[in-house]
């Protein structure tokens, strides 16, 4: 990675942030004043540094106070270093340690990207409008102020903003008062709590709001565009039941006063935990009856609980550097299923979670080139490289393995420590580990080391038929080509028998269990982070015992899930993992279901052969026949909340293998249908997804209107992936060249192009595309987390390695600190396909063909 940047806290400490903005609307500009106060440390020094970015430093005045009074101290030059993102403040004189206050007058842009300040745009009564908001997270404060921009250099805010009269204005802290300026008003906050430069966050515009209040008197607002708030009732109601839950479980009350949820219509993440201005992107936090998806629903109540979090974990204490991202991600994230199961216990969450989490994690871990939890951060554009899925999913797993391993009142009590311990300041890992070590009495520190500071986890080689039943573990890489490290976790076993020890913590021992029985398993209930490779004789007894109804939900799930990425990585074969998903005919798990249909989904993308697709058709048919025939279309009064989220898996997988009662009632449904609403969300998916993989250019022309009169987010998302499916070259020109006009928003890019490479008939384009409008990337989303994913995206869609001459030429004269993982992992990935297809085509053709 790139080279270290210097540690600006190391030289100067803020306390407090004087900060008057004034945003110029149609301009696309801004001015603004601030006056920071705190400490020079170190050595004395003819400057001060601090952080900016695109600002322009019109005035400094620069204030000594010590014992002697107030000295003001002269500027010689002021130099702005682009490179390192600083203004460097010099003088004639020797800055000592001590106190200062340093006021700067600035001007700076507004612009189309979604970080710093910048504008987003929605219609309300036919006109055009726009809201001013900001997203200050990683490292964009300095865009929209000189400050310290690092997360340990927390100081408190005084925010006031000048505004158009008439609007509503958020920030962190409440209104204290306004100013009357004629047409514009000055409003003037109340001080922040002590809080990191990435936490301040404004938002003014036309908004409205729905309003309720905690046990505890803490003012809850969510607020929306006019025409959307009244789709924000459900999201009001899980941040009051949320903020009254962690209240109780953090025994440490919500520090503020008010805590306001606003909706976005252009929000580059999901969401963001500006300290009570929490910010969303609209899809994670409006809740439609008419036009919510099921699944969509459980992700708002996640995101709410995630954020909800960080209020605590990242705002109340939070990690020194971003080497320690996982202390805010993965608690958030791991919090966050808690919190939605204490409030949706019918929904059984923890079994989503080892799919949607665990499932995740695993997948990017299995890279050779993944990285640890802990995660050295040299400079800020790294950053961008590990806000994914080892920072939040894995993180989030292994702490599930914590919990399991200390107790909930073990674990709980260590979180309530930590807190009160570090309340308002920073930690770093070692600080988490000694609180919870203190509250159990458990060698946590020792047990955690291996899972956050290696990189990747363990496959677990069980002889368990053999003559002399065995375990070994080795580290699990998806390419067989990758030089193999030797390593070794602690693994807790989690035996569904008596075993001992329970724990693998070398490389090979005997396996001694009471009672090896058919349907012994490892990792009973999957909330350890490792996966399983059986031998074939044991596999095929397991098999048996899915078939007869012996196996647990979680445990058919896990048993498939490692049997498909073992086949992937050649230490099983795929005819094994087919042979083995023939047992599943009865299976009416939603969770397990949506293992299967990734499964069947990874042999089609990267097989990519005529033969297997059709021989794959007649056996996702068979398979899926039992479910189709109990769910049908319709919901039923009797239908369980998983028999909801199940349908839409079946569907789509009958509509693959060419079910002809699927396929001609998605094209009778399309055809009949004038609006969105004429189909239940939860089954839009299949219906647009099938009409765009059979249909021509009247069925993108139909989509294609619908999506540009769409104002539901997740529909807009949802007619994307149709959009993007269809054969037709001249289509797939079309749907690319929609991405760069005023049809799709900026935030939903991202979607069009990673929907796209996985279209088989589309990939070549969208990668010729992808290069011949990177400009156009660079400048409206380059400063997206999305936009470093890109080479992730284009390397999932192609599995021959004549590809990569091309790919590795593109990206090395594109190349940055921010890209340098993603192309690895991306060229990694198309390795690891084409080996996979290479060893297992034919023999997968020869099986489809019996």
């Not at 515009?205 to 459900?234: H, I, Q």
């Not at 979090?309 to 320690?324: A, I, K, P, S, Y």
Request: hydrophobic letters at 40%.
């Amino acid at each position: 990675m790139g080279k270290s940047v210097a540690r600006l806290f190391e030289q100067f400490q803020p306390s407090n942030y004087q900060l008057h903005l004034i945003p110029d609307r149609e301009a696309k500009a801004f001015s603004g004043t601030v006056t920071i106060r705190g400490k020079k440390v170190g050595r004395p020094a003819q400057r001060l540094t601090f952080h900016q970015k695109g600002l322009k430093i019109t005035s400094v005045q620069i204030i000594k106070h010590d014992k002697k009074g107030d000295q003001k101290i002269a500027i010689s030059r002021i130099n702005n270093q682009a490179s390192f993102d600083e203004v460097r403040l010099h003088s004639e004189a020797q800055f000592y340690p001590g106190e200062y206050t340093v006021t700067m007058e600035f001007t700076g842009e507004i612009t189309r990207p979604m970080n710093g300040i910048y504008p987003c745009f929605f219609t309300h009564k036919g006109k055009d409008k726009q809201l001013m908001a900001t997203q200050f997270e990683s490292h964009h404060a300095r865009e929209a102020f000189p400050c310290i921009d690092e997360p340990e250099a927390k100081a408190t805010f005084d925010l006031a903003l000048t505004t158009p009269v008439g609007e509503t204005v958020l920030s962190n802290a409440p209104v204290r008062t306004v100013l009357d300026e004629g047409q514009q008003a000055v409003n003037i906050f109340e001080t922040t709590p002590k809080m990191s430069t990435y936490l301040l966050a404004f938002v003014f515009g036309e908004l409205d709001f729905l309003e309720a209040k905690t046990k505890d008197g803490v003012v809850v607002r969510a607020y929306a565009t006019p025409d959307n708030v009244k789709y924000t009732e459900f999201a009001l109601d899980c941040a009051v039941k949320t903020l009254e839950f962690y209240n109780e479980y953090f025994d440490i009350p919500y520090p503020l006063a008010k805590c306001d949820f606003i909706a976005l219509p252009d929000f580059a993440s999901g969401a963001m935990e500006n300290w009570g201005c929490i910010t969303f992107r609209e899809q994670a936090l409006l809740v439609d009856p008419k036009n919510t998806s099921l699944h969509l629903k459980q992700y708002v109540a996640n995101v709410i609980a995630h954020e909800l979090t960080h209020q605590w974990f990242g705002n109340l204490v939070t990690m020194r550097w971003w080497t320690d991202l996982w202390l805010n991600e993965s608690f958030a994230s791991w919090m966050s299923w808690l919190a939605v199961d204490h409030m949706f216990p019918d929904w059984k969450v923890w079994t989503q979670f080892i799919v949607d989490e665990q499932g995740l994690a695993l997948k990017l871990d299995a890279l050779e080139h993944t990285h640890p939890i802990e995660v050295e951060v040299k400079h800020p554009d790294e950053i961008r490289t590990i806000f994914d899925a080892i920072s939040y999913e894995k993180g989030a797993s292994v702490l599930l393995m914590l919990h399991d391993y200390l107790g909930a009142d073990n674990f709980r009590d260590g979180l309530r420590l930590y807190l009160k311990r570090h309340a308002y300041g920073s930690t770093d890992t070692v600080d988490l580990w000694a609180a919870l070590e203190e509250a159990s009495k458990q060698p946590v520190k020792e047990f955690m080391g291996a899972w956050t500071s290696q990189s990747g986890y363990p496959i677990v080689q069980a002889r368990v038929a053999a003559d002399n039943p065995s375990l070994k573990q080795e580290r699990f890489y998806l390419n067989p080509a990758t030089k193999k490290e030797t390593t070794v976790w602690p693994i807790p076993l989690l035996p569904s028998h008596d075993m001992d020890p329970s724990t693998l913590a070398k490389a090979e021992q005997p396996l001694m269990a009471a009672d090896l029985t058919d349907e012994f398993v490892l990792n009973h209930n999957r909330t350890s982070f490792f996966r399983i490779a059986y031998d074939s004789e044991h596999l095929g007894n397991l098999a048996k015992a899915v078939k007869s109804g012996k196996l647990n939900e979680l445990d058919r799930l896990g048993l498939l899930s490692d049997s498909f990425e073992a086949a992937k990585a050649g230490y099983a074969s795929t005819v094994d993992t087919l042979k083995l998903l023939e047992a599943y005919a009865d299976e009416d798990s939603a969770v397990v279901w949506d293992i299967i249909a990734a499964g069947i989904g990874s042999i089609r993308l990267v097989m990519d052969d005529d033969e297997v697709r059709a021989g794959l058709k007649p056996f996702v048919r068979r398979l899926t026949a039992k479910q189709f025939k109990r769910l049908g279309w319709e919901e039923k009064g009797s239908d369980s909340h998983f028999d909801r989220l199940l349908r839409p898996s079946i569907l789509g997988l009958s509509s693959y293998g060419e079910e002809p009662l699927v396929v001609d009632e998605a094209k009778r449904r399309f055809a009949d249908m004038s609006k969105p609403e004429d189909i239940h969300p939860d089954l839009r998916g299949v219906v647009y997804g099938t009409v765009a993989r059979t249909g021509g250019k009247a069925e993108f022309d139909k989509l294609l209107a619908m999506h540009n009169t769409a104002t539901n987010s997740e529909e807009r998302v949802t007619l994307s992936g149709a959009l993007t499916g269809f054969e037709q070259p001249e289509l797939i020109k079309r749907a690319l060249q929609q991405i760069t006009s005023d049809d799709v928003r900026l935030q939903d890019a991202p979607y069009w192009i990673a929907y796209s490479f996985t279209n088989r008939h589309a990939k070549q384009i969208t990668w010729q595309w992808l290069k011949d409008n990177w400009q156009w990337l660079t400048k409206h989303i380059g400063t997206d987390l999305s936009f470093f994913r890109m080479p992730i995206y284009a390397g999932r869609g192609f599995s021959d390695t004549a590809f990569l001459p091309e790919f590795k030429d593109f990206f090395e004269n594109h190349m940055s600190p921010a890209f340098e993982r993603p192309v690895k992992q991306a060229i990694e990935s198309i390795e690891w396909q084409a080996a996979w297809k290479q060893r297992d085509l034919e023999p997968i053709k020869k099986h489809l063909k019996s």
